[in-house]
């Protein structure tokens, strides 16, 4: 699991960090400023939570096993359903769609975010 969820944050920080660098290079010229923050937003909290899931699996040996497996999935699943709806949000009329459905999608990621979050604030160490 400790790998897992290092490799799992590695991956998406690495993600993050390519997704900022086409959002400010090649977006730019076919966004909107307010599309492009709302794609710099969901940036930003994929790579928050990409060091989060990378957390989670150096807390190993300190909080329960079990519990640190359900903070993990949960801070991945708000990586896809927040930032993932922000990027499709943000890019909708480059990909010719009409997406604005997923716009209540975003804070059930963001309260998956949340969640974590308070599973390891009230965790009690090993």
């Known amino acids: 699991m400790k790998t897992n ?5 590695a991956f998406f920080a690495m993600t993050a960090v390519i997704a900022g ?3 400010a290079h090649a977006l730019k010229r076919f966004l909107e400023p307010a599309q492009l923050d709302t ?7 994929q790579f928050y939570h990409a060091l989060a899931l990378i957390l989670t699996g150096l807390l190993r040996g300190h909080l329960p096993e079990k519990k640190l497996h359900t903070i993990g999935y949960l801070f991945l699943a708000g990586i896809i359903l927040f930032s993932g709806s922000l990027y499709l949000l943000a890019t909708q009329k480059i990909l010719g769609m009409n997406l604005a459905w997923l716009g209540p999608i975003t804070p059930i990621g963001g309260s998956l ?3 974590g979050w308070a599973l390891l604030v009230f965790e009690k160490q090993k």
């Open 5 to 9: 969820h290092i490799r799992l944050g």
């Open 21 to 23: 660098a086409f959002g």
């Open 39 to 45: 794609f710099e937003i969901g940036v930003r909290y």
């Open 113 to 115: 975010f949340i969640v």
